[in-house]
Each structure stands twice: as C-alpha cells, then as structure tokens.
C-alpha cells in the first residue's frame, strides 16, 4: 500500500517537475526574442538612459517624501503605544496585547525601510555622482538616506527600551553589532520557538528566491551587459546559506554524542 | 489540537495576571498566553516548573486527548 502510494507520489512529482522545465525553457526562449529585439532596434540604450534620468531627477526626491511619510506613520505608532504603556496598569491583556502588536509594526516597518534605503545608496552610489548637472538631485538623495538612517536607528532605540521597561526580558542598544544575536539569545522558550518557525519560512523562500535571483542575474548579464558579479554573488550567498543550513543541521543532530 | 490546557484557570486560582504567572516560572508574558491559547506547547521543564508554582501535577494543566 505504502509502496504504491509512493509510486503514485513520484510520477505526479516526475509530471511536474518536467512541465515546470518545459515552462522554464519556453518562458526563457520568449524573453530571449524580445530582449534581441529591443538589444536589435537600439530600444535598450533608450530605456537605459531614461531610465538613468528618472532615477537621477524624480527617484531622490520620491524617496525623501516616502521616507518623510513612513516615519509619520512610525511616530503615530510609537507615540500611541506610549501613551497606552503609560496607561496599562499590568493587568489589562488587550491593552498589551495591541501595545505590542503597535510596537511589532513599527519595528517591521522601520526595518523594511532600512533596507529600500540601502538599496537606494546602493543605486544613487552607482548613477548618481556621474552628472553634475544633478547635483541637487544627488544632494536630496543623500539627504533622504541620512534622514532615513537616523529616524530608524532612533525609533527602534526607542521601541527596545519601551519593550524593555514593559516586560524587564532583554535588552540591546540598536548600535550594537552583535544587536540580533543578543536580542534572540534573551528571549525565552516560547518566544524563541516563533523565531525558529519565521527563520524556516525564511529558509524555505530562499531557495526560490535565489533560484530567480539567480535567472535574472543571467537575463541581465546576457542582454543589458550587467556584468557577471550579480550572478557570482548570487551564487555565492546562495552556497553560504547551504553550507550554514548543513553545518547547522550536522551541529544539532551530532549534540550530545561527542 | 490533542494538547489542551486549564492554565487560565490556575492561574486565576492562583489570582495572578499573565505577567506575574510569566514572572514565577520565569518567562515571558507572551509565552503564558501563547500557552494560554494552545498556540504553543511547553516543553517539559517549562510544564513542570508551571505545575510545581500551581501546586498541581502536570496533568492537572495539561491533558493530552486521543484524536
């Protein structure tokens, strides 16, 4: 029975694996005609360079005023969960419950904001001190990572310390680089376990992720002459991963015998 | 879920809140109420130091049911 179940279990996988292939190779061979026509009618070298424009004139400013927004929307939070803190007389479950749920958001959101940023330096490093007549543009964008590094820096300080005077468990300074590892190895059982469950979430996305990462490095580099250093990091993080995941698992399950 | 708890009611028989009851056993709030909730299951040690600060076995907290 069992035996027959896994025949059943490994044709269907064998079916999808080949239609996914098939899928692949048709969706790539698409792609590959269109980019030979745009590389054949001289349409990339107009999309790099409005592309290069808009991101020199309009990306800074756009990024300021979305950095101006989300801290707003940070601030109300924090300033909300403050207000509740200074309430809560450490009995009443809904009021924590959503203090914490307030404090968890901005947490998210100034952490997700840190990383567009990155990305932006990463961009505005790239294009943006090539022309001078951008200047102000360039200026702005500087502005708009400062601005944004110190708001998220100085809102989580703040998240930490009121999560600190709330429930006494752990406490790290935001500028701490060993933040992360301080912060997990203060947490409790409980609070451990929902780290484990994000950080497998995490574990199983990646894959795919690099799997496309890995697809459109070599798109890139083939038809927009990107360069092979995308594809190479790309690899790279991708056998970092592997290796930690192994040497990890091989840890936890030797633990104890030695 | 096999591994229901009466834990909200040992802990109003003790007549503390989620913090306190985190604090006697030495965790953290959210822990109690994921618990509570049945949204997380406690290993042993965590069990048993729960039952010995209620003054009840373990069983009297946790009750494993047959699905």
Redesign the interface.
Same mark, same amino acid.
């Given at each position: 029975m069992e035996s027959l179940k896994n025949k059943k279990y490994n044709s269907e996988v064998i079916v999808t694996f080949v239609a996914v292939i098939f899928a692949i190779m048709f969706a790539s061979a698409i792609l590959g005609v269109i980019f030979y026509v745009i590389n054949y009618y001289g349409i990339k070298d107009n999309i790099a360079t409005t592309f290069k424009g808009a991101l020199l004139t309009w990306l800074p400013v756009a990024i300021l005023t979305c950095s101006c927004l989300v801290f707003l929307v940070c601030l109300y939070l924090y300033a909300k969960s403050s207000k509740l803190a200074k309430k809560w007389d =450490?009995?009443d479950?809904i009021t924590?419950?959503k203090l914490?749920h307030d404090l968890f958001l901005v947490n998210a959101i100034s952490n997700i904001t840190v990383v567009l940023i990155l990305l932006f330096a990463g961009l505005n490093s790239c294009v943006g001190f090539e022309a001078a007549s951008h200047v102000a543009s360039t200026v702005i964008g500087i502005i708009a990572i400062m601005f944004t590094i110190i708001w998220t820096t100085a809102l989580q300080g703040r998240v930490v310390s009121l999560e600190y005077e709330l429930?006494q468990?752990c406490y790290a300074n935001v500028l701490d680089f060993g933040f992360y590892k301080r912060m997990f190895e203060g947490?409790?059982? =409980?609070?451990k376990?929902i780290i484990y469950k994000s950080a497998y979430e995490v574990y199983k996305s990646l894959v795919w992720i690099n799997a496309v990462a890995f697809l459109v490095a070599n798109f890139g580099n083939r038809f927009f002459e990107t360069g092979i250093m995308a594809v190479i990091l790309i690899c790279l993080s991708w056998l970092a991963e592997t290796i930690i995941y192994f040497r990890a698992t091989y840890k936890y399950k030797n633990k104890g015998r030695e | 879920m096999p591994l229901i708890n009466h834990l909200k009611e040992q802990r109003a028989r003790l007549g503390v809140?989620?913090?306190e009851m985190g604090a006697l056993v030495?965790?953290?709030?959210?822990?109690?109420?994921?618990?509570e909730r049945g949204d997380?299951s406690?290993?042993v040690t965590?069990a048993l130091k729960i039952a010995k600060k209620c003054n009840v076995r373990v069983e009297d907290i946790f009750e494993y049911v047959e699905e």
């Open positions: =450490g009995e479950e924590i419950d914490e429930k468990d947490k409790d059982e =409980g609070q376990m | 809140n989620q913090q030495g965790t953290s709030r959210q822990t109690i109420s994921q618990i997380y406690p290993s965590l």
